[in-house]
């Protein structure tokens, strides 16, 4: 029933490869029906249990309620996806498994046949790639108070993260992923896609990236970053609304400046009226447990507007291609364009006051 999958060494040296724009973002597919996921459980896994489709951008991915009491999530991947992409994040989530138990992040469940990551050779999910997790309870932090508290330690959380994927030595497969702020220039050839009005501010991003981050490149620290820290992947404690429970979604990894994650987290805490608080006090609280250098501070504000500009262009240009997607795809769009209006706004002495001191 299964196909094996060629051997993929995660520490092999990749030289990379061109940009591929819209390859894995725009692929589109047949979606499964609950009684295929069902099904794929059942004779893949062993386990017997009811489906329920989650949001996904990539791939398909169901919450499993298992008839014994315990629940899982099952990831169907697009049929665009890459195998050695996928094959990484498990090797990831291994790896934290047995260096970070403490860590709130899903545990892999192997198949029947024993793997983890396994391509079907039968049935509506034909050839696309099926991996099995652990699922986490907790409610998504954007359905929960925000408080300087919680952000802390968000900010917290994301340095023992950061902490722990330092320490694994393999590296995702060499593609240029969009979300990758490292490459925030490429988002110059979608600018077609942006409403003309936010298009100027866009541009003055990519002018000071451009300007900014290059010159850094070879200094700043590099390593396997989650690159996806927002509000719908942490998960809260719904009795504790400062405790995390969960970090989910690890499809977006990359090795890049550990900074680039810091820079993620902060530019989904610029929306509300208290943005300045919330933001100091998540980078403060990474800060306090990994500390930033200097270089790494400086670089800092261009990476959070990057990372706005990113979620603008990124959402217009796929919501055009996807119509009846839309509401999904431009879910933090308008977060990210007032995050972006209000940093933008800022003295250059101003953005260094959301950045705590540094020797």
Same mark, same amino acid.
């Given at each position: 029933?299964?196909?094996?999958?060629?051997?993929?060494?995660?520490?092999?040296?990749?030289?990379p490869?061109?940009?591929r724009?819209?390859?894995?973002?725009?692929?589109?597919w047949?979606?499964?029906?609950?009684?295929?996921?069902e099904?794929?459980?059942?004779?893949?896994?062993?386990?017997?249990?009811?489906?329920?489709a989650?949001?996904?951008?990539?791939?398909?991915?169901? =919450?499993i309620a *298992? !008839?014994?009491?315990r629940?899982?999530? $099952?990831?169907v991947?697009?049929? /665009?996806? %890459?195998? @050695?992409? #996928?094959?990484?994040?498990?090797?990831?989530?291994?790896?934290?498994?047995?260096?970070?138990?403490?860590?709130?992040?899903?545990?892999?469940?192997?198949?029947?046949?024993?793997?983890?990551?396994?391509?079907?050779d039968?049935g509506?999910?034909r050839g696309r790639?099926?991996?099995?997790l652990?699922?986490?309870?907790?409610?998504?932090q954007?359905?929960?108070?925000?408080s300087?508290?919680?952000?802390?330690?968000?900010?917290?959380?994301?340095?023992?993260?950061?902490a722990?994927?330092? =320490?694994?030595? *393999? !590296?995702?497969?060499?593609?240029?992923? $969009?979300?990758?702020i490292?490459? /925030?220039? %490429?988002? @110059?050839? #979608?600018l077609g896609?942006?409403?003309?009005s936010?298009?100027?501010?866009?541009?003055?991003?990519?002018?000071?990236?451009?300007?900014?981050v290059?010159?850094?490149?070879?200094?700043?620290?590099?390593?396997?970053?989650?690159?996806?820290f927002?509000?719908?992947?942490?998960?809260?404690?719904?009795?504790a609304?400062?405790?995390?429970?969960?970090?989910i979604?690890?499809?977006?990894?990359?090795?890049?400046p550990?900074?680039?994650?810091?820079?993620?987290?902060?530019?989904?805490?610029?929306?509300?009226?208290?943005?300045?608080?919330?933001?100091?006090? $998540?980078?403060?609280?990474?800060?306090?447990?990994?500390?930033?250098?200097?270089?790494e501070?400086?670089?800092?504000?261009?990476?959070?507007?990057?990372?706005l500009?990113?979620?603008?262009?990124?959402g217009?240009?796929?919501?055009?291609d996807?119509?009846?997607e839309?509401?999904?795809?431009?879910?933090?769009?308008a977060?990210?364009?007032?995050g972006?209006?209000?940093?933008?706004?800022?003295?250059?002495?101003?953005?260094?006051?959301?950045?705590?001191?540094?020797?």
């Amino acid at each position: 029933r299964l196909i094996p999958l060629a051997p993929f060494s995660s520490k092999m040296p990749q030289e990379p490869p061109p940009p591929r724009t819209g390859d894995i973002l725009s692929q589109q597919w047949d979606r499964l029906a609950l009684a295929d996921a069902e099904a794929i459980m059942r004779e893949v896994y062993g386990i017997e249990g009811s489906a329920h489709a989650l949001s996904s951008e990539r791939d398909e991915t169901f =919450r499993i309620a *298992g !008839r014994d009491g315990r629940a899982f999530t $099952l990831k169907v991947a697009g049929p /665009a996806e %890459d195998a @050695a992409a #996928l094959r990484f994040q498990d090797d990831v989530l291994l790896h934290l498994a047995a260096t970070a138990p403490a860590l709130p992040v899903p545990r892999v469940v192997p198949a029947l046949e024993g793997g983890s990551c396994l391509r079907l050779d039968h049935g509506p999910a034909r050839g696309r790639i099926v991996r099995l997790l652990t699922y986490l309870e907790g409610e998504q932090q954007h359905r929960t108070p925000p408080s300087p508290a919680q952000a802390g330690n968000i900010g917290r959380m994301l340095a023992a993260l950061a902490a722990a994927l330092s =320490r694994f030595d *393999g !590296r995702p497969p060499a593609v240029r992923l $969009l979300w990758d702020i490292s490459h /925030a220039l %490429d988002l @110059a050839d #979608l600018l077609g896609a942006v409403d003309a009005s936010r298009r100027p501010a866009i541009e003055a991003v990519l002018d000071e990236f451009g300007r900014s981050v290059p010159p850094l490149a070879g200094v700043l620290r590099r390593q396997v970053i989650h690159n996806d820290f927002n509000p719908h992947n942490i998960l809260i404690d719904p009795a504790a609304p400062t405790k995390i429970a969960g970090i989910i979604d690890f499809g977006d990894m990359v090795f890049a400046p550990l900074v680039n994650d810091l820079a993620i987290a902060a530019a989904y805490h610029l929306a509300g009226d208290d943005w300045a608080t919330l933001a100091g006090a $998540l980078i403060a609280g990474f800060h306090g447990k990994l500390p930033l250098r200097r270089e790494e501070a400086d670089v800092l504000p261009v990476l959070i507007k990057a990372r706005l500009a990113t979620t603008i262009v990124i959402g217009e240009w796929r919501a055009a291609d996807r119509p009846l997607e839309r509401d999904y795809i431009l879910r933090n769009h308008a977060a990210a364009w007032r995050g972006l209006q209000r940093l933008s706004a800022l003295s250059p002495a101003d953005l260094t006051r959301l950045v705590p001191g540094v020797s």
